[in-house]
DNA sequence: TTCAAGACCTAGACTTAATCTAAACGCAAT
DNA sequence: ATTGCGTTTAGATTAAGTCTAGGTCTTGAA
Protein backbone atom coordinates (compact mmCIF):
# COMPACT_ATOMS: atom_id res chain seq x y z
CA UNK A 1 0.00 0.00 0.00
CA UNK A 2 2.81 2.52 -0.54
CA UNK A 3 4.05 3.72 -3.90
CA UNK A 4 1.37 1.86 -5.32
CA UNK A 5 -1.64 3.10 -4.05
CA UNK A 6 0.05 6.43 -4.83
CA UNK A 7 0.40 6.10 -7.92
CA UNK A 8 -3.01 4.59 -8.59
CA UNK A 9 -4.47 7.99 -7.09
CA UNK A 10 -2.15 10.02 -9.30
CA UNK A 11 -3.59 7.44 -12.37
CA UNK A 12 -6.45 9.10 -11.62
CA UNK A 13 -5.55 12.72 -11.22
CA UNK A 14 -5.90 12.81 -7.51
CA UNK A 15 -2.75 14.38 -5.44
CA UNK A 16 -1.79 11.44 -3.18
CA UNK A 17 -1.08 13.55 0.32
CA UNK A 18 -1.17 11.25 2.76
CA UNK A 19 -4.37 11.09 4.09
CA UNK A 20 -5.90 10.28 0.57
CA UNK A 21 -3.15 7.38 0.75
CA UNK A 22 -4.35 6.10 3.65
CA UNK A 23 -8.28 5.96 3.08
CA UNK A 24 -7.12 4.59 -0.84
CA UNK A 25 -5.12 1.74 1.20
CA UNK A 26 -8.50 0.66 3.21
CA UNK A 27 -11.56 1.31 0.73
CA UNK A 28 -10.10 0.39 -2.76
CA UNK A 29 -9.07 -2.79 -1.34
CA UNK A 30 -11.99 -4.05 0.82
CA UNK A 31 -14.75 -6.48 -0.72
CA UNK A 32 -17.49 -5.16 2.14
CA UNK A 33 -19.03 -2.42 1.58
CA UNK A 34 -18.52 -0.03 4.04
CA UNK A 35 -20.58 3.15 4.95
CA UNK A 36 -18.14 6.42 5.61
CA UNK A 37 -17.98 6.55 9.06
CA UNK A 38 -17.16 3.06 9.13
CA UNK A 39 -13.91 3.68 6.58
CA UNK A 40 -13.54 6.88 9.22
CA UNK A 41 -13.17 4.25 12.13
CA UNK A 42 -10.84 1.50 10.25
CA UNK A 43 -8.50 4.29 8.46
CA UNK A 44 -8.21 6.52 12.09
CA UNK A 45 -6.43 2.97 13.27
CA UNK A 46 -3.62 3.49 11.60
CA UNK A 47 -4.00 7.08 10.67
CA UNK A 48 -5.53 8.62 14.34
CA UNK A 49 -5.56 12.60 13.48
CA UNK A 50 -7.71 12.50 10.18
CA UNK A 51 -10.57 13.89 10.60
CA UNK A 52 -14.37 13.08 9.68
CA UNK A 53 -14.62 16.10 6.84
CA UNK A 54 -11.38 14.59 4.96
CA UNK A 55 -12.99 11.00 5.01
CA UNK A 56 -16.10 12.30 3.62
CA UNK A 57 -14.32 14.20 1.37
CA UNK A 58 -12.13 11.60 -0.11
CA UNK A 59 -14.77 9.36 -0.61
CA UNK A 60 -16.44 11.88 -2.44
CA UNK A 61 -13.78 12.42 -4.50
CA UNK A 62 -13.11 8.88 -5.67
CA UNK A 63 -16.62 8.77 -6.41
CA UNK A 64 -16.44 11.61 -8.77
CA UNK A 65 -13.03 10.23 -10.22
CA UNK A 66 -14.39 7.06 -10.99
CA UNK A 67 -12.46 5.30 -8.71
CA UNK A 68 -15.29 3.92 -6.51
CA UNK A 69 -18.71 3.89 -6.82
CA UNK A 70 -21.55 4.48 -4.23
CA UNK A 71 -24.52 2.94 -3.19
CA UNK A 72 -27.73 2.96 -1.04
CA UNK A 73 -29.55 -0.34 -1.03
CA UNK A 74 -30.70 -0.97 2.37
CA UNK A 75 -31.72 0.75 5.91
CA UNK A 76 -30.76 4.04 4.19
CA UNK A 77 -27.31 3.24 4.15
CA UNK A 78 -24.99 4.85 2.10
CA UNK A 79 -22.03 2.48 0.98
CA UNK A 80 -19.01 2.32 -0.88
CA UNK A 81 -17.92 -0.07 -3.29
CA UNK A 82 -14.09 -0.86 -4.87
CA UNK A 83 -16.12 -2.74 -7.46
CA UNK A 84 -16.43 -0.17 -10.30
CA UNK A 85 -17.89 -2.44 -12.95
CA UNK A 86 -21.21 -3.85 -13.54
CA UNK A 87 -22.23 -6.81 -10.77
CA UNK A 88 -25.21 -7.49 -8.99
CA UNK A 89 -26.16 -7.48 -5.10
CA UNK A 90 -26.85 -9.47 -2.45
CA UNK A 91 -28.17 -8.16 0.73
CA UNK A 92 -28.00 -10.88 3.46
CA UNK A 93 -31.06 -10.04 5.66
CA UNK A 94 -29.55 -11.39 9.33
CA UNK A 95 -26.49 -9.27 8.97
CA UNK A 96 -27.09 -6.64 6.59
CA UNK A 97 -23.83 -7.28 4.71
CA UNK A 98 -23.65 -7.00 0.92
CA UNK A 99 -22.47 -9.43 -1.16
CA UNK A 100 -21.10 -8.88 -5.02
CA UNK A 101 -22.83 -10.88 -7.04
CA UNK A 102 -21.07 -11.48 -10.87
CA UNK A 103 -22.57 -9.71 -13.51
CA UNK A 104 -22.77 -13.27 -15.83
CA UNK A 105 -24.41 -14.60 -12.63
CA UNK A 106 -27.86 -13.50 -13.65
CA UNK A 107 -29.53 -12.15 -16.87
CA UNK A 108 -32.24 -9.85 -17.01
CA UNK A 109 -34.59 -10.52 -20.60
CA UNK A 110 -36.94 -7.78 -21.81
CA UNK A 111 -34.94 -5.02 -20.89
CA UNK A 112 -35.40 -3.38 -24.75
CA UNK A 113 -38.75 -3.24 -24.26
CA UNK A 114 -39.55 -0.86 -21.53
CA UNK A 115 -42.03 1.47 -23.24
CA UNK A 116 -41.55 4.77 -22.27
CA UNK A 117 -38.45 4.34 -20.39
CA UNK A 118 -34.69 5.12 -21.85
CA UNK A 119 -32.55 2.47 -20.01
CA UNK A 120 -28.95 3.61 -19.20
CA UNK A 121 -28.01 0.83 -16.49
CA UNK A 122 -29.42 -1.48 -14.21
CA UNK A 123 -29.03 -4.00 -11.49
CA UNK A 124 -30.48 -6.68 -9.63
CA UNK A 125 -30.83 -6.58 -5.44
CA UNK A 126 -31.13 -9.81 -3.82
CA UNK A 127 -32.22 -10.92 -0.39
CA UNK A 128 -32.10 -13.76 1.71
CA UNK A 129 -29.66 -15.21 3.22
CA UNK A 130 -25.70 -16.43 2.78
CA UNK A 131 -24.96 -19.67 3.53
CA UNK A 132 -21.51 -20.04 5.10
CA UNK A 133 -19.67 -21.21 1.95
CA UNK A 134 -20.80 -17.09 0.44
CA UNK A 135 -19.74 -15.94 3.75
CA UNK A 136 -16.16 -17.57 3.36
CA UNK A 137 -15.48 -17.16 0.42
CA UNK A 138 -16.39 -13.03 0.70
CA UNK B 1 -61.85 8.70 1.16
CA UNK B 2 -63.81 8.60 4.12
CA UNK B 3 -65.52 5.63 5.59
CA UNK B 4 -63.66 3.44 2.77
CA UNK B 5 -60.65 3.91 4.46
CA UNK B 6 -61.58 3.83 8.11
CA UNK B 7 -62.60 -0.11 7.04
CA UNK B 8 -59.34 -0.95 5.07
CA UNK B 9 -57.83 0.55 7.91
CA UNK B 10 -60.05 -1.87 10.61
CA UNK B 11 -59.44 -4.46 7.97
CA UNK B 12 -55.75 -4.72 8.77
CA UNK B 13 -56.07 -4.89 12.29
CA UNK B 14 -55.37 -1.02 12.68
CA UNK B 15 -57.87 1.41 14.91
CA UNK B 16 -58.72 4.33 12.16
CA UNK B 17 -57.86 7.29 14.18
CA UNK B 18 -58.57 10.59 12.32
CA UNK B 19 -54.68 10.98 11.79
CA UNK B 20 -54.06 7.77 10.67
CA UNK B 21 -57.13 7.90 7.90
CA UNK B 22 -55.81 11.27 6.92
CA UNK B 23 -52.04 9.75 6.88
CA UNK B 24 -53.79 6.26 4.69
CA UNK B 25 -55.85 8.69 2.45
CA UNK B 26 -52.69 9.74 1.31
CA UNK B 27 -50.07 7.74 1.19
CA UNK B 28 -52.55 4.46 0.25
CA UNK B 29 -53.62 6.05 -3.16
CA UNK B 30 -50.78 7.78 -4.75
CA UNK B 31 -48.55 6.08 -7.07
CA UNK B 32 -45.54 8.58 -6.08
CA UNK B 33 -43.10 6.94 -3.80
CA UNK B 34 -42.86 9.78 -1.03
CA UNK B 35 -40.50 10.06 1.54
CA UNK B 36 -42.01 10.68 5.32
CA UNK B 37 -41.30 14.49 5.37
CA UNK B 38 -42.97 14.09 1.59
CA UNK B 39 -46.30 12.52 3.24
CA UNK B 40 -45.91 15.29 6.37
CA UNK B 41 -45.98 17.97 4.09
CA UNK B 42 -49.10 16.73 2.50
CA UNK B 43 -51.38 15.83 5.18
CA UNK B 44 -50.65 18.98 6.71
CA UNK B 45 -52.65 20.90 4.25
CA UNK B 46 -55.66 19.31 5.33
CA UNK B 47 -55.11 18.25 8.78
CA UNK B 48 -52.08 21.43 10.14
CA UNK B 49 -51.87 19.66 13.98
CA UNK B 50 -50.61 16.49 12.67
CA UNK B 51 -46.79 16.03 14.28
CA UNK B 52 -44.13 14.91 12.59
CA UNK B 53 -44.05 11.76 14.90
CA UNK B 54 -47.28 10.65 14.58
CA UNK B 55 -46.37 10.44 10.24
CA UNK B 56 -43.28 8.33 11.24
CA UNK B 57 -44.98 6.45 13.41
CA UNK B 58 -48.16 5.76 11.29
CA UNK B 59 -45.80 5.10 7.93
CA UNK B 60 -43.88 2.92 10.30
CA UNK B 61 -47.18 0.83 11.46
CA UNK B 62 -48.68 0.62 7.55
CA UNK B 63 -45.03 -1.15 7.31
CA UNK B 64 -45.48 -3.59 9.83
CA UNK B 65 -49.09 -4.47 8.76
CA UNK B 66 -48.27 -4.89 5.45
CA UNK B 67 -49.66 -2.17 4.15
CA UNK B 68 -46.96 -0.05 2.70
CA UNK B 69 -43.71 -1.18 1.47
CA UNK B 70 -40.51 0.53 2.53
CA UNK B 71 -37.34 0.85 0.34
CA UNK B 72 -34.23 3.12 -0.17
CA UNK B 73 -33.70 3.01 -3.41
CA UNK B 74 -31.48 6.62 -4.54
CA UNK B 75 -29.25 9.09 -2.32
CA UNK B 76 -29.82 7.78 0.83
CA UNK B 77 -33.86 8.51 0.73
CA UNK B 78 -36.19 6.03 2.68
CA UNK B 79 -39.55 5.84 0.57
CA UNK B 80 -42.88 4.64 1.53
CA UNK B 81 -44.67 2.39 -1.67
CA UNK B 82 -48.39 1.63 -1.59
CA UNK B 83 -47.57 -1.05 -4.36
CA UNK B 84 -47.43 -4.04 -2.10
CA UNK B 85 -46.88 -6.77 -4.92
CA UNK B 86 -43.82 -7.96 -6.42
CA UNK B 87 -42.40 -4.98 -8.80
CA UNK B 88 -39.67 -3.30 -10.25
CA UNK B 89 -37.90 -0.07 -10.39
CA UNK B 90 -37.38 2.75 -12.91
CA UNK B 91 -35.48 5.47 -11.31
CA UNK B 92 -35.34 9.10 -13.30
CA UNK B 93 -31.85 9.69 -13.29
CA UNK B 94 -32.89 13.85 -14.12
CA UNK B 95 -36.11 13.70 -11.82
CA UNK B 96 -35.55 11.38 -8.63
CA UNK B 97 -38.71 10.30 -9.80
CA UNK B 98 -39.24 6.35 -9.25
CA UNK B 99 -42.03 4.51 -11.47
CA UNK B 100 -43.40 1.09 -10.89
CA UNK B 101 -42.62 -1.55 -13.69
CA UNK B 102 -44.78 -4.46 -13.89
CA UNK B 103 -43.63 -7.76 -12.39
CA UNK B 104 -44.02 -9.33 -16.15
CA UNK B 105 -42.49 -6.25 -17.68
CA UNK B 106 -38.82 -8.01 -17.29
CA UNK B 107 -37.44 -11.48 -16.28
CA UNK B 108 -34.42 -12.64 -14.26
CA UNK B 109 -32.69 -15.84 -15.28
CA UNK B 110 -30.30 -18.06 -13.44
CA UNK B 111 -31.89 -16.88 -9.68
CA UNK B 112 -31.44 -20.55 -8.74
CA UNK B 113 -28.28 -21.08 -9.62
CA UNK B 114 -26.58 -18.79 -6.96
CA UNK B 115 -24.17 -20.75 -5.23
CA UNK B 116 -24.20 -19.85 -1.52
CA UNK B 117 -26.83 -18.18 -1.22
CA UNK B 118 -30.64 -18.50 -0.11
CA UNK B 119 -32.81 -16.41 -2.07
CA UNK B 120 -36.12 -14.53 -0.80
CA UNK B 121 -36.81 -11.73 -3.03
CA UNK B 122 -35.04 -9.78 -5.44
CA UNK B 123 -36.26 -7.24 -8.03
CA UNK B 124 -34.69 -5.00 -10.97
CA UNK B 125 -33.86 -1.39 -10.31
CA UNK B 126 -33.43 0.47 -13.65
CA UNK B 127 -31.83 4.14 -14.27
CA UNK B 128 -32.11 6.09 -17.09
CA UNK B 129 -35.09 8.90 -18.17
CA UNK B 130 -38.38 8.75 -18.53
CA UNK B 131 -39.99 9.44 -22.14
CA UNK B 132 -43.15 12.24 -21.63
CA UNK B 133 -45.03 9.06 -22.24
CA UNK B 134 -44.68 7.21 -19.47
CA UNK B 135 -44.66 10.23 -17.12
CA UNK B 136 -48.45 11.33 -18.10
CA UNK B 137 -49.19 7.69 -17.75
CA UNK B 138 -47.51 7.88 -14.31
C1' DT C 1 -73.83 8.85 32.84
C1' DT C 2 -69.48 8.69 34.85
C1' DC C 3 -64.87 7.93 34.90
C1' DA C 4 -60.72 5.18 35.11
C1' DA C 5 -57.56 2.61 31.80
C1' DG C 6 -55.39 2.40 27.90
C1' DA C 7 -54.55 3.96 23.34
C1' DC C 8 -53.13 7.68 20.81
C1' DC C 9 -51.00 12.13 19.79
C1' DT C 10 -47.91 16.03 20.49
C1' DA C 11 -43.86 19.21 21.08
C1' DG C 12 -39.54 19.16 21.60
C1' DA C 13 -35.15 16.87 22.85
C1' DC C 14 -32.01 13.73 21.10
C1' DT C 15 -29.16 10.86 17.73
C1' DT C 16 -26.81 10.06 13.64
C1' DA C 17 -25.38 10.94 8.76
C1' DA C 18 -23.66 14.30 5.97
C1' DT C 19 -22.26 18.81 4.53
C1' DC C 20 -20.49 23.42 5.24
C1' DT C 21 -17.40 27.02 6.99
C1' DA C 22 -13.54 29.42 8.12
C1' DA C 23 -9.21 29.09 9.84
C1' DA C 24 -4.79 26.62 9.84
C1' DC C 25 -1.47 23.87 7.61
C1' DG C 26 2.12 22.23 4.20
C1' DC C 27 4.61 22.68 0.55
C1' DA C 28 6.30 24.46 -3.72
C1' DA C 29 7.60 28.47 -6.81
C1' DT C 30 9.38 32.82 -6.58
C1' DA D 1 11.73 34.58 3.57
C1' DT D 2 7.24 35.35 1.28
C1' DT D 3 3.45 34.22 -1.25
C1' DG D 4 -0.07 31.34 -3.01
C1' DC D 5 -2.77 27.29 -3.42
C1' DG D 6 -4.39 22.94 -2.47
C1' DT D 7 -5.47 20.28 1.54
C1' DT D 8 -6.89 19.33 6.19
C1' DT D 9 -9.07 20.42 10.46
C1' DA D 10 -12.50 21.26 14.31
C1' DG D 11 -16.60 22.69 14.98
C1' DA D 12 -21.12 24.50 13.38
C1' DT D 13 -24.97 23.40 10.71
C1' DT D 14 -28.63 20.84 8.26
C1' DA D 15 -31.54 17.01 7.78
C1' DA D 16 -33.66 12.33 8.60
C1' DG D 17 -35.31 9.78 12.03
C1' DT D 18 -36.28 8.19 16.85
C1' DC D 19 -37.42 8.79 21.62
C1' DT D 20 -39.53 10.79 25.79
C1' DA D 21 -42.72 12.49 28.83
C1' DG D 22 -46.74 14.38 29.35
C1' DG D 23 -51.41 15.63 27.44
C1' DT D 24 -55.68 14.22 24.98
C1' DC D 25 -59.11 11.22 23.28
C1' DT D 26 -61.92 6.82 23.32
C1' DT D 27 -63.96 3.16 25.23
C1' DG D 28 -66.21 0.16 28.01
C1' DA D 29 -67.35 -1.29 32.56
C1' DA D 30 -69.49 0.28 36.84
MN1 LIG E 1 -37.65 13.68 3.41
MN1 LIG F 1 -29.04 12.11 6.90
ZN1 LIG G 1 -20.80 -4.15 -5.01
ZN1 LIG H 1 -42.82 0.74 -6.20
Known sequence: MGPRTANLLRDAGIQPSAQRVAVAAYVLETCDHPTADQVWARVRKSFPMISRAT????????????????????????????????????IDERTGRI??????????????????????????????????????RA
Chains 1, 2 share one sequence.
Open 99 to 136: YDLPWEALSVAKLDSLDGFEVREYHVVVRGRAKSAARR
Open 55 to 90: VYNTLNLFVKKGLLRQYTLADGKTVFDANVGRHHHF
